[in-house]
């Protein structure tokens, strides 16, 4: 699939730890907004575009149109860096197009996130078509600090345009980074019931399918399958099975699958990742350094390199030498710090709290990350900043409640609760809920942590937690659908490592 790193915010939150497989855009220098009427008036108007044959967009240039109707299918085919080449391009063409650059902005938060691009497209939108100003809202209004917006926005969108499926498409995929499975699960099958050979629904749905609280690997296989028979000279199809096979725990089709993607496209830099990072789950050590390694050669950015270097020291944890991994890992902290790119100070410095030796070291290294992510931080949008943070305050929660500390982990779910609240995120409230679920679990209101964890479906550690709370209740059926669930959450993280080798984790936070 490609999950680019705050887009995951779905591994460690969500996903900053999936790997990036997009070089960061240039830097831009946006030129001031101009009157559209003065820019026209010293020409007679052009005829109007249509944007894939339907929506009426404001620009008179057929090749900006077109810009960023190539732009917007190379996005929903998860190749970003052509994406967001194109809809540059339409920028260029029309420097009044408000779609062009609110698209421009929309594919950059993927990776790098743009404020200028982000700045002019709200800018222009007071000269844009109705149906234009909707969407550039909606783009715009997703990578605000509160999404409450977004929300009502996406909601008009859908209204507007029910059978559209290159909106369903947009808003499903929003659902899905939001951790929203079941919603965009229900959109992407209305767009394929528009168009039932739409191959970017197919690949998320594979996604959905194994993601949602009732996992469906049949379903999710089937899609994919059927993606791939569609692009059959496209890696990321393949690439994509790798990736289920992988969840749901058949390893040796997944080695089947990255091997296929990257006998198609030898440079396709997750499939060879994929080979070291399942290969390290199978305990197979020696050949997860070797495809790795291979991996560093392919990676196209400091970012994806400093990524690999972190599932470096992560395969030492799985053979069983973790102080050998927290060497590594001390010394990739110093490294990522020298390169100040926040998304693998992220990754590092929750992974280093993660897979500390003791309970003292972890709530040391938060403190400093946590610290590190308190206020704006350069280079990261603030969405991803604040998402983080919650992340890594629950995380906090979590370790303070099983050790019994349950007066200060109370004290500290009141950050989540002001985080929630102010920004309307449903991966922040996940993190809110998820905090409390640890909290009542060590308070012995097991009935209550059962609700609160439910919240986060996505997580190996809450998952896990909810599956011990079940057991505490007596409910068997429902320890059984919990144990389904964290099944198909097999993934190399350090939450897998920490649920999947506890004598070898934190023994008193991870344990209980």
């Known amino acids: 699939m490609n999950r680019s ?34 820019a026209k008036s010293a020409q007679p108007p052009a005829a109007p575009q249509l ?33 967001l080449v194109d809809a ?8 009044e197009f408000a779609l ?28 844009a078509t109705p149906e234009e100003k909707l969407l550039v809202h909606w783009m715009t209004a997703t990578q605000s600090r509160d999404l409450l917006p977004a929300i009502q926005l996406m909601n008009d969108l859908l209204d507007k345009f029910p059978n559209d499926k290159h909106i369903l498409y947009l808003t499903a995929e929003w659902l899905y980074f939001q951790q929203d499975y079941d919603r965009s699960r229900r959109l992407f099958e209305a767009s394929l019931k528009i168009d039932p050979d739409f191959p970017p629904a197919l690949n998320m749905l594979g996604y959905a399918y194994i993601e949602t609280g009732d996992p469906d690997p049949a379903k999710a296989i089937a899609a994919l399958r059927r993606y791939a028979q569609l692009q059959p000279n496209q890696p990321n199809p393949r690439d994509s099975l790798g990736e289920i096979y992988r969840f749901a725990g058949n390893d040796n089709a997944s080695l089947d699958e990255y091997a296929a993607a990257l006998k198609i496209q030898p440079t396709f830099y997750t499939s060879q990742l994929g080979l070291g990072d399942t290969a390290a789950l199978m305990g197979d050590f020696d050949r997860a350094r070797v495809e790795l390694h291979k991996a560093n ?7 994806d390199r400093l990524h690999i270097a972190f599932q470096h020291a992560l395969v030492n944890f799985w053979e069983g030498k973790p102080e050998q991994g927290r060497a590594e890992i001390m010394a990739l902290a110093e490294r990522v710090a020298r390169k100040k790119d926040p998304y693998a100070q992220y990754e590092v410095g929750l992974g280093q709290a993660f897979l500390a030796s003791n ?11 946590e610290a590190h992510f308190t206020s704006p931080v350069e280079g990261m949008s603030e ?14 929660v979590r370790v303070l409640s099983l050790t019994g500390k349950t007066d200060a982990a109370a004290a500290v779910i009141q950050k989540l609760e002001t985080l929630a609240v102010s920004s309307r995120d449903s991966i922040i409230e996940n993190c809110y809920d998820s905090a409390r679920g640890f909290l ?7 009935a209550g942590a059962v609700d609160a964890l439910e919240s986060d479906t996505q997580n190996p550690l809450v998952a896990r937690q909810a599956v011990l709370a079940y057991e505490e209740l007596g409910d068997a059926a429902g320890a059984s659908a919990a144990k389904t669930r964290l099944h198909y959450l097999r993934a190399p993280t350090p939450q897998w490592y920490l649920v999947t080798h506890p004598a070898t984790a934190q023994t008193t936070a991870s344990s209980q």
């Open 5 to 38: 790193v705050p887009g995951i915010v779905a591994l460690l939150v969500f996903s900053f730890i999936a790997s990036a497989a997009w070089a960061q855009s240039e830097p831009s220098k946006v030129e001031k907004t101009r009157s559209r009427k003065d």
């Open 51 to 83: 944007l894939f044959g339907a929506l009426l967009v404001s620009t008179h240039s057929a090749e900006a149109r077109q810009f960023v109707e190539k732009s917007l299918d190379e996005y929903e085919n998860v190749t970003l860096e052509e994406s």
């Open 88 to 95: 540059r391009k339409a920028a260029e063409k029309d420097p």
């Open 100 to 127: 062009a650059f609110a698209l421009w902005s929309f594919v950059a938060r993927r990776d790098e996130p743009n404020p200028a691009a982000l700045a002019k497209a709200n800018a222009l939108a007071a000269f």
């Open 297 to 303: 050669f392919l990676a196209p950015s400091s970012r």
């Open 359 to 369: 309970v003292e070291e972890e709530i040391k290294v938060l403190d400093a990350v």
């Open 383 to 396: 969405n991803d900043r604040q998402t983080a943070l919650a992340s890594i305050i629950r995380e906090r």
């Open 440 to 446: 009542l679990f060590a308070k012995g209101n097991y």
